[in-house]
């Protein structure tokens, strides 16, 4: 396990004043130039590791809510970079937990403590709305889908890569499916097309899938291409349908005093 360090305590109490869980130790800095990756990590035990997180991806991590249903909040909530490392009670079921590798997400419980650090140290204030918006289904196109079973049982997991040297510009895209189901690719979809896309195409089980599409300048230009690619090659199509979303308000954040 990669060795954690916390630096500049900041303890807190095992519950607030309202029973929300919250971690024992927390640290929470500013990023310096030296972080040069960007992510949050979980490791045995219940800690959580996030570098170069702005506030809105720690929300998003928080919440477990895709980055478009995170609205408001101060300019700097999407620029400010900082690093956290948190530490749950013993008496938490947190610290008994053990995830499937670093990249694994947060737990439930660890969520609800990250929810309490930020409000915490960020004074964060958000409520929830619900707001009528056309959403995505992803169906069956016509002709079947186009999709293999599984070669193993490895862990699920659906990303986004490229073709060629990663020193050189990429040729074209990929999206890479491995055992994944049809909710995680739909899942996974929301980031690139923005808004919730619903799996309707009653497909079960996991499945193996490569969808190459073509090169674009910015990740919302990729979207179209994409989706050509996904019905040519998985036999997979996205349509619009009316519906609603509930989305989280920040009311109030303010910048983290120092530990």
Do not use: C
């Not at 929470?28 to 959580?48: A, C, M, R």
């Not at 610290?95 to 004074?123: C, G, I, Y």
């Not at 289904?137 to 016509?142: D, Q, R, T």
Request: a negative charge; hydrophobic letters at 40%.
């Amino acid at each position: 396990m990669t060795s954690l360090r916390i630096t500049s305590l900041v303890w807190l109490a095992a519950f607030t004043a309202f029973g929300q869980p919250a971690f024992e130790v927390a640290s929470v800095k500013p990023s310096t130039e030296q972080d040069h990756i960007i992510g949050l990590f979980t490791y045995p035990g219940g800690w959580i590791v996030a570098t170069q997180f702005t506030l809105k991806m720690l929300i998003h991590d928080a919440y477990n809510l895709e980055s478009y249903r995170i609205l408001g909040g101060p300019h700097w909530a999407d620029e400010d970079r900082y690093n956290i490392e948190a530490k749950p009670p013993k008496s938490s079921e947190a610290s008994h937990w053990v995830p499937e590798s670093f990249k694994t997400p947060p737990n439930p419980e660890m969520r609800q403590m990250l929810q309490t650090l930020l409000a915490d140290r960020f004074q964060l204030k958000v409520h929830t709305e619900t707001k009528k918006e056309s959403v995505y289904a992803l169906v069956v196109a016509k002709g079947g889908a186009k999709l293999k079973p599984p070669d193993t049982a490895k862990q699920p997991f659906v990303h986004f890569s490229r073709t060629g040297s990663v020193y050189q510009e990429a040729v074209s895209q990929l999206l890479i499916g491995q055992n994944a189901t049809m909710a995680m690719l739909a899942a996974r979809l929301v980031d690139l097309v923005g808004h919730s896309v619903l799996d309707r195409t009653g497909i079960a089980g996991g499945y193996d899938f490569q969808v190459e599409y073509a090169q674009s300048e910015t990740q919302s230009e990729a979207a179209a291409p994409l989706l050509q690619a996904l019905q040519d090659q998985l036999g997979l199509k996205l349509e619009t349908q009316p519906g609603s979303v509930e989305v989280l308000v920040i009311d109030r954040a303010g910048k983290p005093s120092a530990n």
